[in-house]
């Protein structure tokens, strides 16, 4: 039963590869993120998706590429890996309709780069 | 633009005593503030929110806030920490009609027995 899944929860990788994280929510929430916290804990918004559709997108390397199938799942892939990519990258889902109130958050993706 | 600072990187406390966590926040427009708790290898979970109202907040495990907006604060208190309080705490602002929430650096809060 839980509200936000993340896969894999950690994953290690060599220089290079591309990999992805998939997110999924059963809130039935219509708006979707991806955050990245660093080795210092600070946490730095990505992406965000409402209802499928691009509505945040901050300045990140184009290795990055979110994909919303539909409006409970964000998936977010990576290529060519680099060392600086190791991190831990949290999902999160609100709901727009209500004022995006309240964000539940995965329990994150903890990327190794080798 | 919207920004969050925690004076206090790390704050260590005596369990049964009080503590408060710092918080103050930038932004030109009207704000939603939040306060989330992080325990070790674990995902983000929320403590309380002040969306309007009254600006003293209480939230779960015996947490409350007061929004202050005069100085643009909004410090978390508990009035007597357990061990298992022990975690990384963040604060964050959301302006009105924005979807970005911004995080704080974060606190972390050690309880010494």
């Known amino acids: 039963d839980t509200a936000v899944s993340q896969t894999p929860k950690y994953l290690v990788t060599q220089m290079g590869n591309d990999k992805s994280i998939k997110c999924e929510q059963n809130?039935?929430?219509?708006?979707m993120y991806w955050y990245k916290q660093d080795s210092k804990k600070f946490l730095k918004i990505m992406f965000s998706?409402?209802?499928?559709?691009?509505?945040i997108n901050e300045t990140v390397p184009n290795r990055f590429s979110p994909k919303s199938p539909d409006k409970a799942h964000l998936n977010l892939h990576i290529n060519s890996l680099e060392l600086g990519d190791s991190a831990v990258y949290f999902c999160?889902?609100?709901?727009?309709?209500?004022?995006?109130?309240?964000?539940?958050f995965g329990s994150g993706t903890r990327l190794t780069v080798v | 633009a919207q920004s969050v600072t925690q004076l206090d990187s790390q704050v260590p406390v005596f369990e049964e005593a009080p503590v408060e966590l710092r918080c103050n926040y930038s932004?030109?427009?009207?704000?939603?503030l939040f306060w989330y708790v992080q325990y070790p290898n674990q995902g983000l979970q929320l403590l309380l929110k002040?969306?309007?109202?009254?600006?003293l907040v209480k939230g779960i495990n015996g947490f409350e806030a007061e929004f202050n907006k005069s100085q643009t604060s909004f410090h978390l208190r508990k009035p007597s920490v357990h061990i298992s309080d022990t975690a990384e705490y963040f604060c964050?602002?959301?302006?009105?009609?924005?979807?970005?929430?911004?995080f704080g650096t974060g606190t972390r809060l050690t309880i010494i027995p």
């Open positions: 932004s030109s427009v009207s704000v939603y």
């Open positions: 999160a889902s609100s709901q727009r309709a209500g004022g995006y109130y309240g964000y539940t």
């Open positions: 998706y409402n209802n499928k559709e691009l509505i």
């Open positions: 809130l039935g929430h219509d708006t």
């Open positions: 002040y969306l309007s109202g009254s600006t």
């Open positions: 964050a602002v959301r302006n009105f009609g924005n979807e970005k929430l911004t």
